[in-house]
């Protein structure tokens, strides 16, 4: 099998869909004549021609707006967020008017807003942030966030079809950091399923995104001291898959969630309420989380690096989890 | 102007249906026989009616609480509206949301939402699917006054622009955001000054004219139709009553409403109606045709059944 870079899947992806189905169009800020901010849609303008490749006025609302009035009438748009970061500014759209569309109406609105978020890029406090939990909290939508090229792939196509808003968080860093295989011909994953990417018996490691890589790190080097680590990338965080989460932290008794966003109100919260609530008679230690603290996320190296968790921090929680 | 007797006794028809329909719900929400708040445009209804009249069975709308007129227009029906208001399963919303936050989308409506000017980018989404695939169909936007404040009715109608999307925008300047008059929501006198900005024809029109808003909407659905862009068109009105009923609009002066009083839509209509020398009898049939819709609708509505409470949790998801 080829072994592509995360940005050449979602590349991959976006291309496959267009191609095989006229409804879906692109929207969003520089992603025509320049090939998007980090050139996922390079030479999309050529092939697809502009009335499908469409650069907008920088205006998030109104483009994120004109991707519903688009899905409502039969299209599958597919927005591009130029950094996640300013998705706030179509925030009203995305909860108000796309999110609540289908329970109101029973109409669907089959879109998917690209959302390149995450740090790690030294790109501060505005171009480095995890809105992921906004939009969890926000009944109507789902949100996705891959880890790996083939998970990127396979579920940017699976959001693309799927007929309900979805957010899809691609992480910056994995862009060009994260290779893998990916098969040559075409498949889907479905939305909704967690993915145990390393398995082990000690302890349940829950994360997604870049922090499923740095988990992987840590976890080798737990394995060095004999602690096993099942490690569970989410990849779906709604519709949340409670189902393998519960599995592994029942076989293993011990959990540490980790995740690159604020800890107050985060994912992190809510696996650990379902963990309480489902599984309290199978923990042999607390619910542990280790996340970025409550600030904005800061610029300089040594700020971020102190922000951001990593292998070293993950594995050292493990231990604490490990010993506990 | 083309408008025959036919036309004229059906603007007729969805104007005092309107009217109606939205007295009946002020009588009901008095009664306490409805739930929630309750929204009406009394003096607004030649907007609504005289826009979407002027519109193709395919085009899109994309109304706001002022636009009964354009949903009848549009083919919904006053039981659904009276379903809607009583938050039966009956209701274009089956008891989710209520008043006029409701759309049908085989119907070409857009259903309208809380947050002013949303619909604004939104239609013009509609007119760039139609674009795409070189379909002959526009979509129709309404905002007011108020909505043209946000950040979403300068987002919209630019986009609409720069893409030359197939789309009219029709604004309700009825001269009051709930509370704040026009002097307090923005510099320049007029909503279209705003509209003048992103390069597309604009027009001012006298809102409570029935005919002038058919026809100027005709206008600029055929430059739509025919790849010439959008239109704004800016209708001179006033809001009647308050932002809602719970409202009495105190701070709106007397004399102000006793002005626009003397220009009702529906009392200039008839008066166009006699000078035309539509027969009297032809409009009373029509006064009948409606005060019976009226009362079949309340009584269709007050008959229906209330939603189980479990279908609160269905249809966050489509599958």
């Known amino acids: ?324 | 102007m083309g408008v025959g007797t036919e036309d004229l006794l059906k603007f007729y028809y969805y104007l005092i249906l309107t009217r109606g329909l939205e007295d009946r719900v002020i009588k009901l929400y008095r009664q306490g026989r409805i739930l929630g708040g309750c929204y009406v445009g009394s003096g607004e209804e030649a907007i609504s009616v005289g826009s979407a009249c002027a519109l193709e069975p395919g085009d899109v709308i994309a109304p706001t609480h002022r636009d009964l007129g354009a949903h009848l227009v549009k083919g919904v029906h006053p039981k659904e509206y009276m379903a809607q208001y009583l938050g039966r399963r009956t209701g274009l919303t089956r008891g989710k949301d209520g008043n006029v936050h409701f759309g049908d989308l085989s119907r070409h409506i857009i259903g309208f939402i809380s947050p002013m000017a949303d619909g604004i980018p939104v239609a013009a989404g509609a007119a760039l699917a139609f674009k795409i695939r070189r379909e002959p169909r526009i979509a129709v936007a309404y905002c007011g006054d108020g909505a043209s404040s946000r950040g979403d009715f300068h987002e919209g109608l630019n986009l609409a622009a720069v893409l030359t999307l197939p789309v009219v925008f029709i604004c309700h300047n009825n001269q009051y955001a709930y509370s704040v008059p026009l002097s307090r929501q923005m510099a320049v006198p007029h909503v279209a000054d705003r509209a003048k900005a992103y390069g597309f024809p604009t027009r001012i029109i006298d809102g409570n004219d029935v005919l002038a808003v058919y026809e100027a909407t005709r206008e600029a659905a055929a430059r739509a139709r025919s790849g010439g862009g959008p239109t704004f068109i800016e209708c001179k009105t006033m809001r009647m009553r308050g932002h809602a009923e719970h409202d009495d609009a105190s701070y709106v002066p007397r004399e102000l409403l006793e002005e626009w009083r003397r220009k009702d839509p529906i009392q200039r209509f008839e008066r166009t109606l006699r000078e035309r020398e539509v027969p009297e009898e032809s409009m009373r049939a029509v006064q009948v045709r409606v005060l019976k819709e009226i009362e079949d609708a309340v009584d269709f509505a007050e008959k229906s059944p209330l939603p189980d409470a479990h279908e609160a949790l269905e249809g966050v998801f489509a599958t």
Not at chain 1, 185 to 207: F, M, N
Request: overall charge negative; hydrophobic content about 40%; glycine content about 8%.
């Open chain 1, 1 to 324: 099998m080829e072994e592509i870079t995360y940005l050449e899947a979602i590349r991959q992806a976006l291309w496959e869909e267009m191609d095989q189905d006229q409804r879906v169009f692109l929207l969003g800020e520089d992603i025509g004549v320049y090939g998007g901010a980090f050139k996922i849609t390079k030479g999309f303008l050529e092939k697809f021609g502009e009335e499908r490749v469409i650069d907008t006025p920088l205006a998030e609302s109104g483009f994120v707006g004109a991707a519903i009035g688009a899905a409502l009438v039969g299209m599958r748009p597919v927005v591009e967020m130029q950094f996640a970061d300013f998705i706030s500014c179509a925030f009203d759209q995305i909860v108000n008017m796309a999110a609540k569309h289908h329970y109101r109406l029973g109409e669907p609105v089959p879109m998917v807003i690209r959302a390149p978020y995450g740090g790690r890029l030294h790109a501060g406090p505005f171009h480095s942030q995890c809105p992921e939990a906004w939009f969890v909290h926000s009944p109507g939508l789902k949100v996705v966030a891959p880890s790996t090229p083939y998970d990127a792939k396979g579920l940017l196509k699976a959001s693309i079809r799927d007929p309900n808003p979805v957010i899809y968080c691609e992480h910056k860093y994995l862009y060009r950091h994260a290779k893998g295989e990916v098969p040559p011909g075409e498949y889907v994953l479905p939305l909704g399923q967690a993915d145990v990417k390393r398995q082990g018996s000690d302890i349940t490691l829950i994360t997604y995104g870049a922090m499923v890589q740095e988990g992987l790190e840590a976890a080798d080097q737990m394995s060095e001291q004999g602690i096993e680590v099942e490690l569970v990338d989410l990849r779906t965080l709604y519709p949340l898959d409670t189902e393998t989460i519960l599995a592994s932290v029942k076989k293993t008794g011990k959990t540490l969630i980790v995740h690159e966003a604020p800890q107050v109100c985060g994912i992190g919260a809510e696996i650990a309420a379902v963990i309480a609530q489902e599984a309290f008679r199978h923990l042999d230690a607390p619910v542990m989380r280790l996340t970025a603290p409550h600030t904005p996320v800061p610029f300089s190296s040594p700020l971020e690096d102190f922000y951001l968790p990593n292998a070293a921090k993950i594995a050292s929680k493990l231990k604490d989890l490990a010993s506990y």
